[in-house]
């Protein structure tokens, strides 16, 4: 079998580079497209409460001791303070709680969840109510007319159903988080924008991740401890691959696939690196999970690209499918790391896409006849110069 080592030339900034220099700016856009939704969740959410409400109550009359007017200065700042406070909450959500809450029961991370936004909530309406009420009486916020009109809105009937229009507003939030966790944030997305309704065809990069030697690892540790392990090592690898926005496609056993839409060359550059920084992370957690279980996981991946039709399916349960031959082929490749004792192995279409990006290398492994496939083709094996 023929080997032949390809020194990729260098040109402008190095993939490594980028990544390096970029992954905070990558991370924050990640962030803001996370947080954006709570956002618009709750200030629809507020603006069909305040029209039920007033349309209910014929207008502000009936809660003129209480609420505050609506005038138009007032809308806009109830406006942006509700947008304001749906991202708030997205930040401490994204930030904070879902890493808090994350091995707990749904009902569980409902309960504390509404508790601690419940105290959140409190604090900002002890801010915004005041600013508001000195808006429309047009008087300092330090003025005693302001607090006072703040102290009969909290024994008012108008405070409780604000409560209660939070606490509907909070446990939407909450779903949504929950939901989005569970199917992914793009499939979502992608989802209520209805994109793949109708299958559509698309150029996608594909990643087959498999857990080295997983029989072997499951045998000595019994089912409920090579499931914690399996838990901790998808954690690991999903936090390292987060800041390359890949979308998992899914989770079967012990392997992983994930996915990316082809836009040019950097895409398939950003996979690449994508797999050598779940590597670094995996690597850098052997001794936890030497401590914990007795083992050091490691894990092999194929990557290859190509054409496939991508559409929702199903009845009982939708989900979003991707047909094509570059499933197989990919997952064939992966299939072959232990036959070459490599951890990665990439196809020719990959390998020509990088092929003036610097700071990998790629070794040959010669052609190779896949199972299903007349062609054979020829597979490389991807190192960081």
Same mark, same amino acid.
């Given at each position: 079998?023929?080997?032949?080592?390809?020194?990729?030339?260098?040109?402008?900034?190095?993939?490594?580079?980028?990544?390096?220099?970029?992954?905070?700016?990558?991370?924050?856009?990640?962030?803001?497209?996370?947080?954006?939704?709570?956002?618009?969740?709750?200030?629809?959410?507020?603006?069909?409460?305040?029209?039920?409400?007033?349309?209910?109550?014929?207008?502000?009359?009936?809660?003129?001791?209480?609420?505050?007017?609506?005038?138009?200065?007032?809308?806009?700042?109830?406006?942006?303070?509700?947008?304001?406070?749906?991202?708030?909450?997205?930040?401490?959500?994204?930030?904070?709680?879902?890493?808090?809450?994350?091995?707990?029961?749904?009902?569980?991370?409902?309960?504390?969840?509404?508790?601690?936004?419940?105290?959140?909530?409190?604090?900002?309406?002890?801010?915004?109510?005041?600013?508001?009420?000195?808006?429309?009486?047009?008087?300092?916020?330090?003025?005693?007319?302001?607090?006072?009109?703040?102290?009969?809105?909290?024994?008012?009937?108008?405070?409780?159903?604000?409560?209660?229009?939070?606490?509907?507003?909070?446990?939407?939030?909450?779903?949504?988080?929950?939901?989005?966790?569970?199917?992914?944030?793009?499939?979502?997305?992608?989802?209520?924008?209805?994109?793949?309704?109708?299958?559509?065809?698309?150029?996608?990069?594909?990643?087959?991740?498999?857990?080295?030697? *997983?029989?072997? $690892? /499951? !045998?000595?540790?019994?089912?409920?401890?090579? %499931? #914690?392990? &399996?838990?901790?090592?998808?954690?690991? =690898?999903?936090?390292?691959?987060?800041?390359?926005?890949?979308?998992?496609?899914?989770?079967?056993?012990?392997?992983?696939?994930?996915?990316?839409?082809?836009?040019?060359?950097?895409?398939?550059?950003?996979?690449?690196?994508?797999?050598?920084?779940?590597?670094?992370?995996?690597?850098?957690?052997?001794?936890?999970?030497?401590?914990?279980?007795?083992?050091?996981?490691?894990?092999?991946?194929?990557?290859?690209?190509?054409?496939?039709?991508?559409?929702?399916?199903?009845?009982?349960?939708?989900?979003?499918?991707?047909?094509?031959?570059?499933?197989?082929?990919?997952?064939?490749?992966?299939?072959?790391?232990?036959?070459?004792?490599?951890?990665?192995?990439? *196809?020719?279409? $990959? /390998? !020509?896409?990088?092929?003036?990006?610097?700071? %990998? #290398?790629? &070794?040959?492994?010669?052609?190779?006849? =896949?199972?299903?496939?007349?062609?054979?083709?020829?597979?490389?094996?991807?190192?960081?110069?």
């Amino acid at each position: 079998m023929k080997t032949l080592l390809v020194f990729v030339k260098p040109y402008g900034r190095t993939i490594l580079a980028r990544t390096t220099r970029f992954m905070p700016l990558r991370l924050l856009l990640r962030n803001i497209r996370q947080i954006l939704p709570f956002g618009f969740i709750w200030l629809v959410l507020g603006w069909v409460f305040l029209l039920v409400e007033y349309a209910a109550a014929d207008g502000p009359e009936a809660y003129r001791d209480t609420a505050i007017s609506l005038t138009p200065e007032v809308f806009i700042f109830a406006s942006i303070a509700v947008f304001v406070v749906g991202l708030l909450i997205g930040f401490v959500e994204i930030r904070f709680l879902q890493k808090a809450f994350a091995n707990q029961s749904f009902l569980q991370k409902v309960f504390f969840k509404l508790i601690v936004y419940s105290l959140l909530l409190f604090i900002i309406i002890t801010i915004t109510f005041p600013i508001a009420a000195s808006l429309e009486m047009s008087l300092s916020v330090l003025q005693a007319d302001v607090w006072n009109r703040y102290l009969a809105y909290l024994y008012s009937t108008t405070f409780l159903s604000t409560g209660l229009q939070m606490a509907v507003s909070l446990l939407l939030t909450i779903f949504y988080a929950e939901i989005r966790d569970y199917v992914g944030q793009g499939v979502l997305r992608n989802f209520f924008m209805g994109k793949y309704h109708h299958p559509i065809e698309e150029t996608r990069i594909f990643m087959f991740l498999d857990m080295k030697s *997983s029989t072997a $690892i /499951a !045998e000595r540790l019994g089912h409920r401890h090579y %499931f #914690k392990l &399996l838990r901790q090592f998808y954690i690991d =690898l999903s936090k390292a691959a987060k800041p390359f926005d890949p979308t998992v496609y899914q989770y079967v056993g012990d392997e992983m696939v994930l996915t990316w839409v082809y836009r040019n060359k950097r895409t398939v550059q950003i996979a690449t690196d994508c797999y050598f920084e779940m590597k670094e992370a995996l690597h850098n957690n052997l001794l936890w999970y030497d401590k914990h279980f007795g083992e050091k996981p490691c894990f092999k991946a194929g990557i290859h690209m190509g054409r496939v039709t991508t559409g929702e399916i199903g009845v009982l349960k939708k989900e979003l499918l991707f047909t094509g031959d570059v499933l197989n082929v990919t997952s064939r490749i992966q299939a072959l790391c232990n036959s070459f004792e490599v951890s990665i192995l990439v *196809s020719k279409t $990959i /390998a !020509e896409e990088m092929i003036k990006a610097e700071n %990998f #290398k790629f &070794l040959s492994k010669g052609e190779v006849k =896949l199972k299903g496939k007349e062609e054979k083709v020829e597979l490389f094996t991807v190192k960081r110069a």
